[in-house]
């Protein structure tokens, strides 16, 4: 580690959190350069849903090398991202009757975010957004005025503007939250847009994500998004979602919203949509919207990454049929018959979360840093979320193998009841 601890800015965060050199990846697992193998339960913060060097993926990407294939195109048109937008309409938007248009940008979350929050001023001609407690929509400027974390806004060192957080509609409050969240604070909402009086002026857009992720896996309830979008097409704002960490397959359907009867103007993607963990970022965007752009005027020198198109084109293949989505659902169970019963039998601890992307709040900071530290210790990869930490966020590659995902399970719920055990034992 001396080459990073030396020469490495102190920004750097998750080397210090899992202090080993990873050497090489497969599916699930990461083995460090003394050959000791981890479970991964983080896949590259939701980015590796198809798991670590998939063979079909690298396959593709390799052949494409092979036959020299362009990699880096600017917004030239080229055969990869060419035929990565015909297998993405024809799987993904039609199906679903979606006519939204793709809107490449510089390959990076908060870059969607950054192209969404445009557009819906621009077509709206309003400058105020509103995005949620808890929620998180990447650094640079103005998706970083969106997140609510004091931690990442403090970094900032200007003044985040135009953006008002509002209470999160969750369909399960988390422990002790007490920030008036739920369908009641819309209905206000609502009354304050139609009152000429009250001096509240309509947004550009609602900026959501429909499960917070990094906000502590914080799920959104339907009653509550339908309401937002009600509301938002009612004033005149974009119904934005921010798909960008619990999309492409991480719920059990491609969208996170897909069954929640919802019909958003921009859907923001990355992470999982480059398939292998190369980068990519796609916006959504409704034709009405859409017509508001003029070429070139979100530019971004790395939107043309023809080795993401291959292997996100790959990645689209899995959607053919619902073998991996099924996968997920039982995977999904899982999961919950692992953890659940720590909520049961142990205080203060929450399990929250949909499909693959599951939370366990131990409420308490120094418990679920104690928790990562000996899950890692034991050759699991999982990470925290949430306020100050306090929930881990299991989000294996769906791929993952089932004897990996007891395993992994087996280890958290151990470490977890080793922890609470120690905390209860100092208490007494
Ligand atoms: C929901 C959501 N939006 C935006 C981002 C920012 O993405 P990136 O880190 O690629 O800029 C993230 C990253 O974790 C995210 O989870």
Request: hydrophobic content about 40%.
């Amino acid at each position: 580690m001396e080459v990073f601890e030396q020469h490495e800015s102190a920004i750097r965060g998750y080397s210090r959190v899992y202090p080993v050199v990873f050497d090489t990846a497969e599916n699930a697992r990461q083995t460090d350069i003394n050959g000791k193998q981890y479970i991964d339960f983080f896949a590259g913060a939701g980015v590796l849903n198809y798991g670590h060097n998939n063979p079909r993926m690298k396959q593709a990407m390799i052949h494409y090398l092979q036959s020299n294939g362009v990699t880096h195109s600017l917004d030239m048109a080229s055969r990869a991202k060419g035929e990565f937008i015909q297998a993405f309409v024809d799987t993904v938007l039609k199906p679903r009757g979606m006519t939204h248009k793709l809107q490449f940008m510089g390959p990076t979350g908060t870059n969607s975010v950054e192209a969404a929050l445009k557009i819906a001023r621009r077509s709206t001609g309003r400058a105020e957004v509103v995005a949620f407690t808890k929620g998180f929509h990447g650094m640079t400027l103005g998706s970083l005025a969106a997140t609510a974390n004091t931690y990442f806004r403090n970094a900032a060192g200007v003044e985040l503007a135009n953006v008002t957080h509002l209470p999160f509609g969750c369909e399960k409050l988390c422990m002790g939250c007490n920030m008036g969240c739920g369908p009641a604070a819309l209905d206000a909402l609502g009354a304050r847009y139609a009152d000429p009086s009250s001096s509240f002026k309509p947004p550009a857009a609602f900026l959501v994500e429909t499960i917070q992720a990094e906000g502590g896996v914080n799920v959104a309830s339907k009653a509550w998004l339908q309401k937002l979008a009600a509301l938002a097409h009612k004033v005149g704002a974009l119904l934005i979602v921010d798909d960008i960490q619990v999309g492409c397959g991480r719920t059990g359907t491609f969208f996170s919203f897909d069954e929640l009867g919802i019909n958003p103007d921009v859907v923001c993607l990355a992470k999982g949509i480059g398939g292998m963990g190369t980068p990519m970022a796609l916006n959504l965007v409704k034709p009405e919207h859409d017509k508001h752009w003029s070429p070139g005027e979100h530019t971004g020198t790395f939107r043309g990454q023809n080795l993401s198109f291959v292997a996100g084109r790959e990645a689209l293949r899995y959607y053919e049929n619902s073998d991996l989505m099924n996968q997920v659902k039982h995977n999904a169970v899982l999961i919950r018959e692992a953890l659940e019963p720590l909520e049961k039998t142990l205080p203060n601890v929450q399990v929250r979360g949909k499909g693959m992307i599951v939370g366990l709040d131990v409420g308490n900071t120094d418990l679920s840093k104690a928790i990562v530290a000996d899950c890692f210790e034991k050759g699991l990869i999982v990470a925290s979320c949430g306020t100050g930490g306090r929930v881990l966020k299991v989000i294996p590659p769906l791929t993952i193998p089932e004897p990996d995902l007891r395993q992994g399970l087996s280890i958290l719920v151990k470490c977890t009841q080793a922890a609470l055990a120690t905390t209860q034992g100092n208490a007494a």
